[in-house]
């Protein structure tokens, strides 16, 4: 990858820890020197990391890291504050500023603190700045119990259209099953998609340190590729491992971008609550999923929910029950039961004035 880039890069337990589950400032000081690196040759760099309760549990005297919940945000509180004072100091040494979020999925699903946190993101990378970014662990439950921040990395790297997301993780990639326990299993280097096939390959949870394992780096790559974000798993323990994930020569598996996608309909697609589902039928579903046109009320089968006009819905096959995308409706629920399966003409003669489309093509995300 020639040019500078901006490259999200998430750092997982595993490559954070000693075997003992402690935090190893040994192997942060090492990795924050890559991401200086990167700075220095004029790439701008966000860090999402984990660690927070690697770094706290022994401090408040547990002798392995707790698995019951408030345990765990405990620890998070108070290990968050010296993990950022290390990165902090790391960083300093290199030139560079920290800058501390702490996020949840709250943040990304309402609209307004979405856009308030892309809209600091953006200011911090223009100021010089290193974000460092970790879900906020000591409030949220859900967040502790799964994804060790692999989806955060994702949702991160496509809110700011980066050109690159490294996940560091002790593997290096994803095989055709677990090479720790099958001497048959092969290197998979690259996904053009990511499949069923893909996503069963990726299997269960690994490393005992974290929380995440495979299956959720696969999901977190799928959201950022369909985004239009270039995407590589690879071991921290490669030495220079982001310079030459950068490069395109880091050993792990690549995903290939798709098409991206417009930070609005990113919102709209990956985070925000539907309302409500309309069905549609298969003609509707060609025109809006392979023809890039608008739904009509014609192809409207049926609708579910309470909704108003403005409002973000599933929209589904209708009888197959097949999930196709989400849209912003032009009309109510109570409108559109008025004026499902009519011509157009019909339905203007419902609502004289209103728009011709119920989900204009501009307000529609196909499922990735």
């Known amino acids: 990858m020639g040019g500078k880039k901006t490259v999200v890069v998430k750092i997982g337990t595993s490559s954070l820890t000693e075997r003992s589950g402690r935090l190893s400032t040994e192997k942060l000081r090492g990795l924050t020197g890559q991401i200086a690196s990167l700075r220095d040759e004029g790439h701008q760099v966000v860090l999402v990391t984990s660690g927070a309760i690697a770094a706290g549990y022994s401090l408040l005297g547990y002798h392995e890291r707790p698995t019951a919940v408030a345990a765990k945000q405990a620890s998070a509180a108070v290990g968050q504050g010296l993990l950022m004072e290390e990165y902090s100091s790391a960083l300093s040494e290199r030139g560079y500023v920290a800058a501390q979020l702490l996020l949840t999925r709250g943040d990304f699903r309402d609209r307004r603190r979405y856009q308030n946190a892309f809209a600091a993101l953006e200011v911090l990378l223009s100021r010089g700045a290193v974000p460092v970014i970790n879900e ?88 950022a590729a369909g985004a239009g974000v270039a995407v590589v798993i690879c071991s921290s323990a490669e030495p220079d491992a982001l310079e030459k994930a950068v490069e395109g020569t880091a050993r792990g598996t690549y995903f290939k971008p798709g098409g991206g996608m417009k930070t609005r309909l990113q919102w709209m697609a990956f985070y925000a609550q539907a309302a409500g589902s309309v069905y549609i039928d298969g003609g509707a579903a060609d025109a809006l999923c392979a023809r890039g046109k608008s739904l009509l009320p014609a192809g409207i089968r049926a609708c579910e929910g309470d909704f108003s006009a403005g409002d973000v819905v599933n929209v589904y096959l209708s009888g197959a029950g097949e999930l196709l995308g989400r849209g912003i409706v032009n009309y109510s629920s109570q409108e559109i039961r008025e004026i499902a399966g009519l011509s157009s003409a019909a339905a203007e003669g419902q609502f004289p004035g209103r728009p011709p489309e119920v989900i204009h093509q501009d307000n529609w995300a196909r499922k990735i």
Request: negative net charge; proline residues 5%.
């Open 136 to 223: 906020n662990d000591t409030v949220s439950i859900a967040e502790l119990k799964l994804g060790d921040n692999d989806m955060l990395s994702a949702q991160v790297a496509a809110m700011l259209h980066a050109d690159l997301l490294v996940i560091l993780t002790d593997m290096d990639g994803l095989y055709t099953a677990n090479p720790r326990t099958d001497p048959e299993a092969r290197h998979i280097p690259y996904v053009e998609r990511v499949t069923p096939e893909i996503e069963a390959l990726a299997g269960g949870a690994g490393s005992s340190n974290g929380t995440g394992g495979m299956a959720t780096k696969v999901e977190g790559a799928k959201l």
